[in-house]
């Protein structure tokens, strides 16, 4: 052996057994743990409250109203599905343990009694459909894919995997694609990748810098966040100008509501989260009321950016009067839950201990040690590739439809005026069908799903493409409008729409009717 190898060696074994620290491995107490904890379900309390009555009030522009919040309004959170729909899946873990399949995850979520929208609503409706993980959240079958909707319930996720983004990725992986694909996925990973991060670094551009390798770094939700980071760097003080570049490039880029102001999109709204960190500094007040002026889905986005801050810190470094609000409420039960705030700290805290043992670590009663993990990019994914809308054609277009059979004008009831009164056509007899001619590479059709409707056949270019079943009828809920079916990854070009109304329907269903609102036609980049 060379003889200044043999040296090294010597060396390096007599740091070790001097006890040198392991430098994979990160030390916190049970105290401090538990802190952060309670202090990322806080940040979700008071940042939700915070921004609800704003949300989406300002769509395309930034929200310059002013805002009126005080620590008190915490309890409003109680109501707020960005807390109780994540408790489901906490439930679902008490009942079944962590370990339990993607589908029963998706059961008690879509049993639940709450009412669910976009990429949520879908994979509830896929459930009953029988379609189920991992395809209930995929493009083909959801629509929603790249939606908000696991970015803004998959905190617990992160709040048991300190230290451990890779560990967090995997849980999301089996409860991001219940409801959510590609882009839609990566806002949950992201997410509870900040979170984990957040248990051992306070610098915040760090914290992003480090969950943003969970990302693979060709998808657009990486890209976004790269350049929330340029664009501190270009305007360190002035986020407004960066909000425009961002709304300029990313703001139009959304499918389920491509044409609209309204953005669902994940990244997007993920890009407003990282905004009010960088350019919140810290700063509990000013981060919350720049997430929120940010618009679009801004009760949700200063929740995750205020529950970040809260891992940080720690609930005893949150402002006392925040405390005491969170405090105040802390045994009353988050609705449709058996959690309150002090449950919820409780079994996330053990949760995360367990967690911390089955990935290396071990624990004491006076010390836990996380076997720290590099970050490894979750899979590429992508939702709707090089898809831009190309047109959008109302059914009451004569011009552009043909229709077969016995089609009907369905007129919204008096107190339904937010949806303009002819809103859709329908059909419901064996063979009623319509055609639409159109150029793309795909296209969706909205109508209705209410508790009349029933099933129908796409055809592309004479072609079968799938059946489809618009019934659905939950606590009271239907959907109107919302996509009922698409063709995606269609070759360039002109293309054949045709529905046919197969007169079939579920026991449940009132009717076999067949709804058509819209036509939303895309092409490619």
Known sequence: MNIIRFYVLILIGAL?????????????????????????????????????????HAMGHTFEDSIRWTPKDAIGALTQDDLYVQLTFLMTM????????????????????YMLWHANAQSRKNYFDSI?????????????????????EADYIGFMSPGMPNSATKLADKIGHIMNYGDGYYGGVFLSALYAEAFFEKDLRKIVEKALLSLP??????????????????????????????EDKWGKTHICTAGEAFNIDAKFNGAFIVMGLLYGGGDVMKTMEITTRCGQDSDCNPSNAM??????????????????????MQDSLFIYTNYNFRKAVDKTYQYAVNHVVAEGGTVTPDKINVKIQAPVPAALEVSFPKMV?????SIFDGKRWKLSGNWQTF?????????????????????????????????????NWKKDAGKAELYIDGKLHNSFDTYFFYNSQEQTPINICHALNLTPGKHTLKIVVTGEKKPESLDSRIYVSDALVFKEK
């Open 16 to 56: 070790t057994s001097c006890g040198q620290p392991d430098p994979t491995i990160r030390t916190i107490t049970p105290e401090v743990l538990k802190d952060k904890i309670a202090g990322g379900w806080a940040g979700k309390i008071l940042g939700v409250t915070y921004g609800a009555p704003t949300e989406f």
């Open 94 to 113: 008490d009942q079944f343990g962590i370990e339990a399949p993607a589908k029963k995850y998706q059961e008690l979520f879509a049993k639940s009694g």
């Open 307 to 328: 529950a970040i801050l809260g891992v940080i810190n720690g609930f005893s470094h949150l402002p006392e009067a925040m405390q005491r609000s969170v405090i105040k």
């Open 411 to 447: 007129q919204m009831r008096p107190e339904e005026n937010n949806v303009k009164a002819n809103q859709a056509k329908f059909a419901s007899r064996k063979g009623d069908a319509l055609e639409f001619n159109f150029e793309g590479t795909a296209i969706s059709l909205e109508g």
């Open 217 to 246: 770094a060709e998808s657009d939700y990486a890209k976004v966040l790269r350049d929330v980071l340029m664009l501190k760097d270009k305007n360190p003080t002035d986020w407004h100008a960066s909000w425009k570049v961002l």
């Open 389 to 393: 809308l190309s047109e959008k054609v």
């Open 132 to 152: 189920f993980p991992p395809r209930s959240g995929a493009p083909e079958y959801n629509f929603h894919a790249n939606d908000i909707d696991f970015q803004i």
